[in-house]
Every structure is written in C-alpha cells, then in structure tokens.
C-alpha cells in the first residue's frame, strides 16, 4: 500500500523496529460521540479497525468512552494490558495521550488532530483548511443566493480551521459572497447536539444561506435534516456522508483519518512505526472532496473540473489556503 503519511518538517524519533513488531497488538479508543457516529469516529472503524481486521485477520481491540473521565481510564486500561499502538481518536485526547504515554514509554500512541511531543507518540494532523476551502468553492458555483452558513460543533481553533478555509473557497469563486459561522457550544457536547445544530442551520437558512457546511460530528444531522426540509444543500464532513441525505448532500470534506490509523498499525506489524508529526495534506491525500453516485447529479462537470483545477492549485502552491490556527485568525 502506498504510503498516507508523509513526515512534517520536524524530527521524528523512531522506537525498535524489531520491539514494535514483537508486541503489536494494536487498538483504537474512540470519541465519547462513539463509533457509529456516522462521522469522524465511524470512518476509523470502518476503514480503520474494521478493515484492518479483514485485510490482516488481527483483532483491533476497541474501547468506547461514555464520558470525560473514560478518556484516559480507557487508554491506560489499554496500555496496560499490551495494546500497542492505541489510536486515539480525536485532539480531546491530547491531555491525556501525554499524560498515559509517559507512564508507559515502551508502548506506542497515535493521536489524531493534536500533537504531543513524546517519542512514543505518533501525532497525525490534517490540512483542514485546503479540504474546506474545496468545498467552500463548490458551495459558491452551488448557490444562487450567493449566502451560505458554517456550523461548527465547538469553538476552538481547529473547527475555527475549517470554517475559515470554507470562507476562502467561498469567497475564491463569489469574493462578493457572505458565509455565515456559527458555533453550537464551547465545549464538547456541541459534537452531539444534533437539535442544537438544527436552530442554527435554520436561522442560517431564514438569511438566506442555501448551502450549509457542518463541522460538528454528531449535530451535523440535524444540520443536514434542517438543509433538506428547506431544500437546501449541505455539505458533510470527515467521512463520505454523501449518501445520508441523496439530493441534498451536495459533498463532503472528507478526511483519511481510517486509512491514517490502517497505516499506523500496519507500520507498527512491519516494524517500521515512528513517534513524530505526520501532516496530511492534499498533496498528501489526506484531506479532499467526495464524488459518488449519491451527489453526482449534483455536481456538474464544468463544477467538478474547475474545483480539480483549485486543487491542483492548491497542492502546487499557486493558491495559498491560510490556516486558522496559525494566527488564530482568518485574516487572508
């Protein structure tokens, strides 16, 4: 399989090779919205653990949180057992990914939208601000209105990341566009709110937005329901959700986060796994917009080409995406 992760510009230390193979044993500790989220969770198991179970016959031992203080009881339940390496599926993780990953140096952690810096950590991070501005910019050609709305689950900045790089590919084809972006909560339970994510969707709706991009997990379904009661577009996030809602859904900014930990286990069985920062980004494949039979209806060729042209864009460097999260701000 041809390699996903690409090595960021900083170091990466690398553990035994011969030691990771001897004790792989790999497992995967969810988000508490857990694994049939339909989102970012359901994507690592199905293309993720799941697969890697068919594909290597070795089981991937799960656990599901149900709350906050599970995060890091079930990761050290994990470690000490020998699991190894453990997926910690999302940046919530990140406290305790640091605090569990120190107290067993010789077992190997993979966190997923958070760095820590800790050589038995591998911290794999997306470009979501060039996914979202692809979609930002098929939202624009979409709709007639020239309004659309963003909804994110939490405000923090890596949701801020993918709201700001949607404004850009808004404003990229209509610079004269207005996006609106709306938070559902400041802390976790915005990623499960689905009613939540449901008023905002409407009040975006009821000023004119006819394409709405949700960035919130769980909630994203009410979003989408809200979208298609109006008979509007949404566009879905992380995982493929085109095929939730057919004829409503117009895309979705999915992110390789299944394949990220196929990969990182597969490594670790290989005896080749090392700690560090994997960025992936487009030119990585690590982020994109989806195409099926669900929205192909949808998306017309002349769409379809010019945001493969953005694209190429993109990943040459000709257009440069500005990162929220590296000003905490979407000056661009």
Known sequence: MKALLTLAASAVI???????????????????????DKSFNEDVFRNGAEQFVKDKGIQVREFEPQNEEQREQGLRRLASRGQSPIVAVGFSFGSSVEKVAAEFPDSQF????????LPNVQSIVFA????????????????ESGTAGFIGGVNIPLIQKFSCGFEQGFKHINKNGTVYSEMISTDFS???????????AKSQISKGADVLFAAAGGS???VYQAAKDAGKYAIGVDSNQNYLMPGTMLTSMVKKVGLASYESWEAAQAGTWSGGVKVLDLAAGGVDYAMDEFNASLVSSDMKAKVDAIK?????????????????????
């Open 14 to 36: 690398g553990l035994s090779a011969s030691a990771i193979a001897a004790d792989f044993a790999p497992a995967v500790i969810y988000d508490t919205a857990g694994k049939f």
């Open 110 to 117: 993979v966190i997923i939208d958070s760095v820590v810096d």
């Open 128 to 143: 979501e601000h060039e996914g979202s501005f692809l979609v930002g910019a098929l939202a624009a050609m979409k709709s």
């Open 190 to 200: 915005g990623f499960n709110d689905p009613a939540g994510g449901s008023e905002l």
């Open 220 to 222: 994203g379904s009410g």
């Open 312 to 332: 190429a864009d993109i990943i040459s460097g000709k257009i440069k995406v500005h990162d929220y999260m590296t000003t905490d701000s979407c000056s661009y």
